[in-house]
């Protein structure tokens, strides 16, 4: 498929990454020539030096047989600018922004067609959803909602006194845990696995189980998790990321305590967010944290824009015994290092944004039977996709033990209706269903019928 992406910055880049590795034709779009030629070179991709919002740079890019146009730029005023004009040169195209200002939030929605927008994405607000969605269960390190939320892949670490340490997945499939789950994957010392019966958990293993959304008290309970109801949050930082992530808790009747830098910001916060209280302090500072009650706070949340200062903090927290820890870090490769670190839950805005872009390019290539959603898990090295079965869909009503699918490639979840399972030898999935697979292979599953051999 030709791709232009317009704008060569994080998401650009993370997009440039995942999309020429699927094999797509790819332009690069940037008003930095070091950095673009950087990419180009590293990527073996088209650039094109100029402004994104130009119709003669977008005419260079070949925006005319152009498919899709990706406007990541740092200004949302340029991208829906970008998108606009690259419409008018080629009323076929596909077309998606990314939109960050909250301001915008409302009216991109209901002027979508007037911006020529097929897809708008934001990544501060989908990182801040995230991270509510894991404040409501604190005992997971991640959670990847499925089938209208009525099934989860969901991460957990095992420490030195977790059940779980030492233990067969066998046994704790017939022993500690009560309600039927997959274990779909286990990241070891940064390598993942898909793990068999006689596989032993060890300190430090993260395993992503598969579960109906239903069960997951369940599970926290024979893992022997407890958590409690979280009441009180600090959120350091306050960017984006905070603003919708505050509204959200305060929607939960979360109390919400933010601490900035910048006076100027804190002002702004205060107008925004009148619940809240925000306090004008440096988040790094050990007696700030302590003087806004960190150890007997539920959750803390880093959201700085620097990924070592947040990190450390995380640390910090950890070493007060805070029950839940969330840290935001901006660079994958950070993502990768955080695995030996106690920093609680990792998120990664960029990722989020151009994992829900992937999606998308993979819908346009197969209009029928394409992935619903797309989720890499185990630091990337691994992706749930999940798939709406259609009258196109092979081997319905067969039995799973009777198939062939391909290497590292696992069913982990079958939606019949309103009720999720866990599949096993015997379980067959019929059409209309919504199905779930797991590969750690490097092929890429662009509709459901790839799964088999």
């Known amino acids: 498929m030709n791709i232009i992406i317009a704008g060569n910055g994080k998401v650009g880049l993370t997009l440039t990454r995942q999309l020429s590795a699927e094999g797509h034709d790819l332009t690069l779009i940037d008003l930095d020539s070091k950095r673009l030629g950087d990419t180009v070179e590293q990527y073996d991709v088209m650039g094109v030096e100029g402004n ?15 498919e899709l146009l990706i406007a990541a730029t740092n200004m949302d005023e340029v991208n829906m600018l970008c998108c606009l ?50 404040l409501k269960y604190p005992g997971f390190l991640r959670r990847d909602t499925f089938a209208k939320g009525r099934a989860e892949i969901v991460e957990v670490r095992v420490d030195g006194k977790s059940k779980l340490c030492n233990i067969s997945l066998s046994e704790m499939l017939h022993s500690i845990i009560k309600t039927r789950v997959l274990v779909c994957a286990v990241l070891r010392s940064g390598t993942a696995m898909v793990p068999n019966g006689n596989f032993i958990l060890r300190e430090g293993d993260r395993i992503f189980v598969t579960a109906p959304t239903a069960n997951l ?15 009180r949050v600090i959120l350091c930082g306050g960017g984006r990321v905070s603003y919708y992530l505050t509204e959200l808790l305060e929607r939960d009747g979360i109390a919400v305590q933010i601490i900035e830098q910048n006076p100027q910001r804190c002002l702004e916060l205060a107008t925004l967010l009148p619940n809240a209280s925000i306090i004008q302090g440096d988040c790094s500072s050990q007696e700030q944290l302590e003087a806004e009650g960190l150890g007997s706070c539920d959750a803390l949340v880093t959201l700085t824009g620097i990924d070592e200062m947040n990190m450390i903090i995380s640390l910090y927290g950890a070493s007060r015994g805070v029950p839940q ?44 039977g394409a992935a619903v959603s797309v989720h890499t898990i185990a630091d990337g ?26 290497a590292n490639v696992l069913v982990t979840s079958i939606t019949h209706g309103a009720k999720a399972t866990i599949p096993n030898g015997d379980s067959v999935f019929r059409r209309g269903d919504t199905v779930v697979v797991v590969t750690s292979g490097q092929g890429v599953l662009r509709q459901f019928n790839d799964i088999f051999a």
């Open 52 to 66: 994104c919002a130009s119709a003669p740079i977008l005419r260079q890019a070949g925006v005319e047989k152009a």
């Open 85 to 134: 004009t690259a419409h008018s040169l080629n009323p076929k195209l596909h077309t998606i922004a990314r939109i960050r200002n909250p301001e915008y939030t409302d009216q991109i929605f209901e002027m979508r067609e007037t911006f020529a927008l097929s897809l708008a994405v934001n990544p501060e607000r989908q990182a801040a959803v995230e991270i509510e969605r894991l």
């Open 217 to 231: 008290t369940t599970l926290l309970k024979d893992l022997g998790i407890i958590t409690r109801r979280v009441r």
């Open 325 to 368: 820890i969330i840290t935001k870090l901006g660079r994958m490769e950070n993502c990768q290092l955080a695995d030996s670190l106690n920093l609680g839950s990792v998120i990664c805005p960029r990722e989020l944004c151009s994992n829900n872009i992937v999606r998308y390019v993979r819908a346009m290539q197969n209009q029928t």
């Open 381 to 406: 090295q691994a992706e749930a996709v999940e798939f709406q079965l259609d009258e196109g869909t092979l081997h319905c009503g067969e039995p799973l033990k009777n198939l062939r699918l391909k």
